[in-house]
Structure formats: C-alpha cells, structure tokens
C-alpha cells in the first residue's frame, strides 16, 4: 500500500467532509435539503452539472474503452456529448420554470394526478439504481487496485461515505463536492493529455498513425466495428446516449437549484464547454493507455479495462500522479453518487411520501426524515447489486441507465411542454411501456445471458440480440404517449394554455 496514495485519499475524505459540516448547518428546510435553496449561480451549476456528468463511466469507463476497443469505444464520448444540445435547445429552461425539486414536479405541472407522479417517482428509481450500480463498480475496482483490498470491502467504504453527504449536508454539500472534483478532474485530465502527446513529440497526426501498429488490432483500431460488429446495435446505443440525458433524474434535478431559467441556461453553456473538453481528452487518455500500458495489463488489473487511465498515469507520471488521477477518480465516484441517492431520495420523500401518501400535507421535518430513510435504502440496495456486477464496463452500464431515461422519461417531458393534445393517460401509457419494455429487452439481452461463461450475468443464449435496447424501447416509449393520448376521451387545453406561459415566461401564481 503506498503511502502517497494513502495521504492523498485521506485529504479528498477530508476535504468533503468538511464541506458536508458547513452544508449540514445550512440545511434546514426541504428546499435546502433538495435543492440548495436555489441558490447556485449560472457558472456553480454549470460545474456542479459537469462534475455530475463526468462519472467513473467517462473517466475510468471510456478510457478504459478506447484502450481496448479504439473508435468504438470513442461512441460514447460522442453520445454524451452531443446529448447536451439536447438538455439545453429543448428541456433546461421550461423543466426549471415548471418544476419545483423533482422530474415530477414538473409533469405533474399539466397532470395533477398520484398515478403519474407515482411512475414517474419509480422510473427515477430505476435509473438511480443502474446508474450507481456503474459507480461502485467502478469505485470497487479502483480501491481494490490501489489498497489490495477486497472488492467487496471497497464498495462498502464508498456506499458509506457517500451515505454521509446526503444524509446531513443534502444538494449543497453535493454540488460543493462536484464543483470541486469537476476542476481536479480537469486538471488531471489535462495533465495526462499533455503528457501522452508529449510522448507523441506533440503530433497528433503522428499519434493516430502510430496507434495504427499500436495494439493487437492494427489499423483496424482506428475503425469501427471492434466491440460493435452488429450496426443496429451501434444506432441503439448512441440513441440511448443522446437522448438518455434529457431524462436523467440527478441532472434534471441540478436546474431546480438556480433562481430561474436564464441561469439554467447558462449553466448548460457552463456544462458543455466543460464536458466537451474532457470528453476531446479521453482520446489521448484512451490511446496513452493502449500504446503505454498495454492490452495484457489492462485487462489483467480489470477484464472491463476500468483502470486504464489509472495505470496509464502510474506509467507516465509514477506514484504520484497515479495517486492524485486515482484520488480524483475517487472523489469523481463519490460526487456522483451522492447526487443520484439524492435524485433517488427525493423521488420517494417527495413524491411518493409527500404527495402520493399524506396527499400534501408532510411538514418539512416529516419529509426531511422521510429523505433520510429512503438515502439509506437506495444506498444499501445499489450496494448489494453492485456486488454482483464486477466484471462489467461502467460506461456499458451507464448506456443502459440513459436508455431507461430516453424510453420512460424524455417522451413524457417532450409531450408534456410540447403537446397540445397530450393527457394523463398518454402520460402514464408513455412511462409505463418505457420503463417494462427497456427492463425485459435488458434482461433477456447478451448483457444478461451469454454462452461464454463469466461474460455475463447467466450462461445461455440471449432471446434479444442487441446489448442496448434503445431502438426499440425509446419509439415504444413515444408510441405508448401517442395512443394512450388519442385512445382517450380526456382533453384540458385549457391546463395546456397555462403549462405553455409557465414553460416560456417562469411564470408562478
């Protein structure tokens, strides 16, 4: 175990620490604990939202993924990218004039009905537990690296610290933590970039042409089809990247912690210029990885290729550096996951709990313990499948997180703000055929059985061929609004007419 590692894990616990003390003294209200009062500026959230974007599954997942499978695993940098055009032209500013603290919320702005809210509260859900599933997978295998400890016993370090932001410091402990971990993230992406084209004498034409005999691939790594020989598989999963964002619980929750929508707006630019950087810089990261560390020892430390820019800074910068991206990898875990238990916690304390059961009428201290109860079982759950779901590619995971997202949620909030015709039923139909349709694709998919032992969950042979069911689950999505709406006899265009100057004006009674 080497002590630099230790020193800098040990600052990154402490700093937070310290920053969820002060939190805690100024969460007192609902509002604080959900959505730090409101109170962020343009460029705060803006990094908040990129520290929240930025997950293992970019930092430890695609690099991991270039470095094995080149190009391909370039797909989901292009996908997440693109995605925010998506957040910010269609969703960002009437999401934050409709909604209060929770995707919900701002459904339920049209449709004042339990049973929407009730979906919409377990569609949430849903993807919180795939996403943190990615998370502590990539959390355990990184301190199962570094400390040579148990995965289990690393997955179980991390379920609780990030357990303790939530719990007393709420969204402005959360977004303080993801500010900070997005500029170290940065920073040491930077800095490993630069080293890698130093490598390469600075010549980034050089640098493509000597990944061309660089690996086990030869030219053919510059190429797409390693990983996704099947080009229906390929259009699915860049579907769910692109327009799984949109749908995103814990990143739709960040534009609820800004005073209006001009600075959730702005906050998008903020994201995007940032995430559209790192993501540029998970080419040199990828390639670094293939060229300096290698196919065998990446997959040796993780069959996933999770800890290629880790060891790819051990290489290039010793100890040290593989310290601090290792540290800042930990904090980027950390920071991610304490914003999707509270995505998840408010969708249960909130609207299941608030509004679904005492109809409204839960004061502040009832919903904050109600928040409180419900971190813990997220936490404990997620902990308990992440356990299971070692060998597998967290930025894989995450695709399937933004196809629930893109299937269940987006056809609702599309409709919702853009659907003059659409009604409760469309609502409810659009996330119910969503959600069940995305989870049995998933299910019976090659991720889940596979005649290759240990390369899936089961062994046997998958009815459903494509590893990303998106293509499939986000149209059913849309069709499912679509007839529910046009099958029913209900119409409120009325209720359309106010939705419609509350999205584009902020406008509140």
């Known amino acids: 175990m080497n002590g630099t590692v230790v020193t800098l894990f040990l600052v990154i616990v402490f700093a937070t620490l310290v920053i969820t003390y002060f939190a805690a003294k100024k969460t007192q209200t609902t509002g604080d604990f959900y959505t730090a009062g409101g109170g962020l500026t343009g460029w705060q959230n803006g990094l908040a939202i990129a520290g929240d974007y930025l997950s293992a599954a970019s930092f430890l997942g695609i690099a991991g993924a270039i470095a094995l499978y080149g190009f391909d695993g370039f797909f989901y940098s292009i996908g997440f990218l693109i995605a925010y055009l998506v957040v910010m032209f269609l969703v960002a500013e009437p999401l934050r004039n409709l909604g209060k603290y929770t995707l919900a919320d701002m459904i339920n702005a049209r449709f004042d009905a339990k049973k929407v809210r009730g979906i919409a509260a377990l569609s949430t859900l849903t993807i919180v537990i795939f996403y943190m599933i990615a998370q502590l997978v990539g959390a355990g295998a990184l301190i199962q690296?570094?400390?040579?400890?148990?995965?289990?016993?690393?997955?179980?370090?991390?379920?609780?610290?990030?357990?303790?932001?939530?719990?007393?410091g709420g969204m402005t402990a959360t977004s303080w933590v993801q500010i900070i971990k997005a500029v170290?993230?940065?920073?040491?992406?930077?800095?490993?970039?630069?080293?890698?084209?130093?490598?390469?004498?600075?010549?980034?034409?050089?640098?493509?042409?000597?990944?061309?005999?660089?690996?086990?691939?030869?030219?053919?790594?510059?190429?797409?089809?390693?990983?996704?020989?099947?080009?229906?598989?390929?259009?699915?999963?860049?579907?769910?990247?692109?327009?799984?964002?949109?749908?995103?619980?814990?990143?739709?929750?960040?534009?609820?912690?800004?005073?209006?929508?001009?600075?959730?707006?702005?906050?998008?630019?903020?994201?995007?210029?940032?995430?559209?950087?790192?993501?540029?810089?998970t080419i040199f990261l990828g390639f670094g990885a293939a060229a300096f560390v290698g196919e065998e020892l990446i997959a040796a430390a993780n069959p996933a290729g999770n800890m290629a820019a880790?060891?790819?800074?051990?290489?290039?910068?010793?100890?040290?550096?593989?310290?601090?991206?290792?540290?800042?990898?930990?904090?980027?875990?950390?920071?991610?996951?304490?914003?999707?238990?509270?995505?998840?916690?408010?969708?249960?304390?909130?609207?299941?709990?608030?509004?679904?059961?005492?109809?409204?009428?839960?004061?502040?201290?009832?919903?904050?313990l109600a928040a409180r109860y419900a971190s813990l079982g997220v936490s404990i759950f997620s902990i308990l499948l992440a356990l299971f779901a070692q060998n597998m590619n967290v930025a894989f995971l995450v695709s399937l997180a933004f196809c629930v997202a893109a299937s269940a949620n987006l056809p609702v909030i599309l409709y919702t703000i853009y659907w003059k015709r659409f009604n409760t039923s469309g609502a409810v139909t659009a996330m119910v055929l969503g959600l069940v349709s995305a989870l049995i694709l998933v299910a019976i998919s090659p991720n889940v059985f596979s005649p290759i032992e240990g390369a899936a969950l089961f062994v046997g042979e998958p009815i459903f061929s494509l590893t990303n069911p998106a293509i499939i689950s986000v149209p059913l999505g849309f069709l499912g609004g679509y007839l529910g709406t046009v099958l029913s006899k209900e119409v409120d265009l009325q209720r359309y007419a106010e939705v419609q100057v509350k999205a584009n004006t902020g406008y509140r009674e």
């Open 145 to 168: 690296l570094l400390f040579g400890i148990d995965y289990w016993i690393a997955v179980l370090i991390v379920g609780v610290m990030m357990t303790i932001y939530v719990l007393f």
């Open 184 to 281: 170290l993230l940065m920073i040491g992406t930077v800095i490993i970039a630069f080293m890698v084209l130093a490598k390469f004498n600075f010549n980034i034409l050089g640098m493509f042409s000597e990944m061309k005999t660089a690996t086990s691939h030869g030219a053919d790594y510059l190429n797409p089809g390693l990983k996704y020989t099947v080009p229906l598989d390929t259009i699915s999963l860049m579907l769910a990247l692109v327009l799984g964002t949109a749908g995103l619980p814990h990143i739709l929750m960040r534009f609820f912690t800004v005073k209006n929508a001009r600075i959730a707006r702005s906050s998008v630019v903020t994201a995007t210029w940032v995430v559209g950087v790192f993501y540029i810089l």
């Open 310 to 368: 880790p060891l790819l800074a051990e290489v290039l910068g010793g100890n040290l550096l593989m310290s601090f991206v290792s540290a800042v990898a930990f904090a980027t875990i950390l920071a991610v996951v304490a914003g999707l238990v509270l995505s998840g916690a408010s969708a249960f304390a909130h609207d299941i709990y608030g509004q679904i059961i005492k109809k409204g009428n839960a004061t502040d201290k009832q919903q904050m």
